[in-house]
């Protein structure tokens, strides 16, 4: 390895590095990717036919696999082994979810891949709150374009013209699979209520693409695709990118540590073996950080040097700040009128088939709140889980006939509805590093601050307002305790795992870390090509914003190189 | 007929078993997808977990000791079986290994399944007298009295018991055919609803003025 001479070091194998190595590995650089967690291959690792009943425990989540038995995750989720966080006295919770596995989070994310609006890279300039990006839309949207081919996403629909809502144009999408009963059902509940019912974007192959496997529609995306009709970083990036003979590809090495040169500039990064604990300093023309919002600052925050004695490129304060989420909120109902429907197989093409952009942007004034919430929806005859007596509304008595009777009818009856909203930039959310806590090899490690504002909070009542007038036009009722006041019934900062901010791209150094092109401003050939450099959180999930900014990012880069400037 | 109940035989599903072969080695087949286990002898009790990276396309045997003893699955048996007795079409629960899986979730070392632990155990424990050495019409009456107990303890340990033995029945291919689960295979295309489910959507519809 020492022999080689990189053009790039890529911190991170997600949605950021790997779209980062695909493009500057086919333009012609050779890269070396550096990823914290194990290789990981889902041709050979995806569990998708298996059942409940093959798994420990009938496949439940656990401390070891929070997500249930068979979710891709690798090595993580809300705890990783070794590599500890806290969060600060006073702060409201935050959660952290990381894998430690080639491909990052793209192994087990919902693949709701929703473009951000016109009006989501100028908020500031629409409502005075938050901060508006260096680009707009129209910077982006050939990159949406491109990115949506690639990857392959469902979701073609003729043009609506929906505010905020953009139609991809013709050619980039392909058909969702039909909408399900349940999807159906709940449609007419928005209809009458004026609100839109559209495909789902999803990064789901429906149809024909090639050099693509299209779905089986059936298994849970979540669990890896073994034939790579889901977009995974590691069936769509990582293997063309090999491909090109450009790639190198070392696991197990977690980056603590941007290293400098005497001339301020970055040449190389030093990382720690995970398995072995050794050591080591790699060196390339340039540096890329994609290891996700929160490792990016903590490898910013812990490269101090005499010139960056507060941490690489945060002169200013900038790095850990305006971290962002989206706001959640669900609830579920029970529908007497999806009881006794002939069997249907419901499993569908992974994601959801339909959904519910948010409507509301006229009325935002009189809403209370500034930002909106889009509806995610599942429901259907799905793969029966250790749950299955959650059907039975609270019933304890009936056995034998008459209790197998009641669940027959039941199942499928239930549609769980869930907000996505968007979160307004703080001053209260926040990572630093921790002044005391160290992981296993002795490094710093992050100190989360988190708040909610009362603009999410309103929205996350609102969403549950929303959600019991549509369960109550179809007749049903809602299951368990419903938290409508919006303090308690919003989720947990982070727990929607779209963890973004960190290291804003902006207008110049004082009040961003990088600029348009995630060229750092302090160190020119330090890039950042993960969601750290949003300035925003749409509620549109962020994942398919990451990998077309990270494609605009590499083109830039790739162009810059090319010139020698790098 | 005697009173006594059926003794309950340790059984797993053929396909689990093949892939526990090599973990214990004191199974032997007794006939098709039933297979019996060796008693427990000595060792140390492994209270480990499945770890953070386990096998997922061939799960492993849940790796930590089980802590049921016989008197204890046989009540385990005669519960599950009055949860979900056999009827013409679907096999019973005691069948499909179901107690044998109450305590795989017993025995497991994670927080939610030790807070069940001493809910399913004393339960089990304080059944096992009216349900072992009793008569048919002793037993029965036990086992309707759990429903309508009024007593918090009896109350939380049936809805427990009774939960994981409907979840742990309807994740099986059995369950699945009995609940008329019919995915989890390989499809070219996703045709949607067929027009008789439409037609069923189109009558509530109706119904609910939508």
């Known amino acids: ?566 | 007929m005697s009173d006594a109940p059926e003794p309950y035989v340790s059984k797993i599903d053929r396909r689990t078993a093949l892939a526990w072969i090599g973990v214990v080695g004191a199974a032997a087949g007794v006939g098709t997808g039933v297979v019996v286990y060796g008693p427990i002898t000595g060792g140390e009790r492994i209270t480990r977990g499945y770890g953070t990276d386990p096998k997922l396309t061939k799960p492993e045997k849940a790796p930590w000791s089980r802590i049921m003893i016989p008197e204890q699955l046989q009540t385990a048996a005669i519960l599950a079986d009055y949860v979900l007795p056999a009827n013409a079409t679907a096999p019973s629960a005691s069948s499909l290994g179901i107690p044998d899986f109450i305590d795989e979730w017993v025995s497991a070392p994670y927080p939610d399944q030790l807070k069940d632990r001493p809910v399913i155990m004393n339960g089990l424990n304080g059944m096992a007298p009216k349900l072992l050495k009793a008569s048919a019409a002793e037993r029965a009456a036990a086992l309707a009295a759990l429903a309508a107990s009024s007593d918090r303890t009896t109350k939380k340990f049936w809805k427990k018991f009774r939960g994981l033995t409907i979840g742990a029945y309807y994740t099986t291919e059995a369950g699945f055919k009995d609940i008329g689960y019919i995915g989890n295979v390989a499809r070219t295309s996703d045709p949607g609803p067929s027009a008789e489910v439409k037609a069923a959507l189109e009558a509530q519809f109706k119904k609910l003025g939508l």
Request: contains cysteine; proline residues 6%.
């Open chain 1, 1 to 566: 390895m020492a022999t080689e001479n990189y053009d790039a070091i890529i911190v991170g194998s997600g949605a950021g590095g790997g779209m980062s190595a695909y493009h500057l590995t086919k333009s012609g650089m050779k890269v070396l990717m550096l990823e914290a967690g194990r290789n990981y291959d889902p041709r050979v690792e995806s569990p998708m036919f298996n059942t409940n009943a093959e798994a420990p425990l009938r496949g439940v989540g656990t401390p070891d696999k929070p997500f249930g038995f068979y979710d891709a995750t690798v090595d993580g989720g809300w705890e990783v082994p070794n590599e500890p966080f806290t969060v600060a006295e006073g702060s409201e919770p935050f959660k952290w979810w990381r894998p430690r596995m080639l491909g990052g989070r793209t192994n087990h994310w919902g693949r709701i891949a929703l473009r951000f609006g016109p009006l989501d890279f100028k908020p500031k300039s629409r409502d005075g709150l938050g901060f508006d990006w260096p680009i707009t839309y129209d910077d982006v949207a050939p990159w949406y374009d491109k990115t949506e081919k690639l990857i392959g996403v469902s979701g073609a629909a003729p043009a609506r013209g929906l505010l905020n809502t953009p139609d991809s144009p013709p050619g980039c999408l392909m058909e969702s699979a039909p909408p399900r009963a349940f999807e159906i059902f709940y449609e007419r509940a928005f209809k009458a209520m004026n609100i839109p019912v559209i495909p789902m974007h999803g990064a789901v192959v429906t149809g024909q693409m090639e050099g693509r496997n299209t779905c089986l529609f059936a298994t849970p995306c979540g669990r890896g695709c073994a034939i790579g009709a889901n977009f995974q970083s590691t069936t769509v990036l990582l293997p063309p990118a090999m491909a090109t003979g450009n790639l190198t590809i070392t696991t197990n090495a977690l980056v603590y540590q941007v290293d400098l040169d005497k001339a301020g500039k970055a040449k190389g990064v030093s990382y720690v073996n995970r398995k072995t604990g050794e050591h080591h300093s790699v060196t390339a023309k340039s540096v890329i950080l994609a290891a996700g919002s929160g490792e990016t600052a903590r490898i910013l925050l812990n490269s101090k040097s005499s010139l960056f004695p507060n941490g690489m490129c945060n002169t200013h304060g900038m790095v850990g700040r305006y971290l962002m989420d989206s706001v959640g909120t669900g609830v579920t109902g029970q529908f007497p009128a999806l009881e006794g429907l002939p069997a249907t197989n419901d499993d569908g093409q992974g994601t959801q088939h339909t959904y519910i952009p948010w409507w509301g942007y006229e009325q935002q004034k009189a809403l209370g709140f500034a930002r909106g919430y889009h509806i995610e929806i599942g429901g259907g005859r799905r793969m029966p889980s250790m749950g299955m007596a959650g059907l039975l509304g609270g019933d304890q008595s009936l056995v034998g006939d008459a209790l197998r009777e009641k669940l027959r009818n039941r199942f499928g009856s239930t549609i769980g509805f869930d907000g996505r909203g968007e979160m307004i930039p703080n001053d209260d959310c926040y990572c630093e590093i921790d002044p005391v806590a160290k992981d296993k090899w002795g490094i710093p490690v992050l100190r989360f601050h988190w708040k909610w504002g009362e603009h999410e909070t309103n929205q996350a009542a609102h969403a549950v307002k929303t959600f019991l007038e549509v369960i109550d036009r179809l007749g049903g009722k809602p299951e368990g305790h419903v938290e409508t006041d919006g303090k308690k019934a919003i989720s947990k900062g982070g727990e929607m795992i779209h963890e973004i901010g960190t290291a804003r791209m902006g207008h110049n150094d004082s009040d961003s870390v990088v600029n348009q092109y995630g060229q750092s401003w302090a160190v020119p050939n330090l890039f950042i090509m993960d969601g750290a450099t949003m300035v925003s959180s749409p509620d549109k999930n962020p994942t398919l914003s990451i990998l077309a900014l990270a494609w605009r990012s590499a083109d830039n880069m790739a162009t810059i190189a090319k010139q020698g400037a790098l």
